[in-house]
């Protein structure tokens, strides 16, 4: 499944993954890969999927999510990149994420909530089409997306990121 972020119509993916037992659950794991926000790929984690669709951990369905890494994109465009995706899902979200992709799904979680405050701050960089249905989703929701992701997972993230800044410089 694609969805375009941008307004220049590259396209993001969303890898999804149903259990063969079918199951009541309303929960999605939503997974950012991670890659120093310069590299990585769904691929890489797709076994992320498996192993909890494997060991029947109660979720309607696993999403992997593809987005641009730099230089394509930068921290703040992948950042609504994930945001955007978010927002169209339904259900109850645990969100989890790998080294930068733990870093950038925890920014999105506040960029949901700062969308859901304030829909003006939905920036002009986004596609139409995903502006658009940015603010619908928003718009037809009594709830705030930020809670109704409930559980954050962040495996391995730079939290502290000026402290990472200058172990990465450093190398």
Known sequence: FAYSPRHDGKTGTLHIFTPKMKNNSDK?????????????????????????LLKNV??????????????E?????QTDSVASAL?????????????????????????????????????????DRSRAAVYSNLDSRMES?????CSFVGLSGPYDISDHFDYEAAR
């Open 145 to 149: 997306d930020l809670l109704r992701v």
């Open 58 to 71: 109660t979720f309607s369905k696993v999403v992997v999510l593809g987005y641009e890494v730099y230089p």
């Open 28 to 52: 999605i794991l939503f997974f950012v890969h991670g890659g120093a926000w310069g590299s990585g790929t769904p691929a890489l984690y797709i076994s992320i999927a498996h192993f909890f």
């Open 73 to 77: 994109a930068d921290m703040e465009q």
């Open 87 to 127: 927002s169209g899902l339904t259900g109850n979200v645990v969100l989890m994420g790998h080294s930068s992709g733990a870093h950038i799904a925890l920014l999105a979680m506040v960029r949901l909530a700062q969308w859901r405050v304030s829909p003006s701050t939905i920036p002009d960089r986004m596609c």
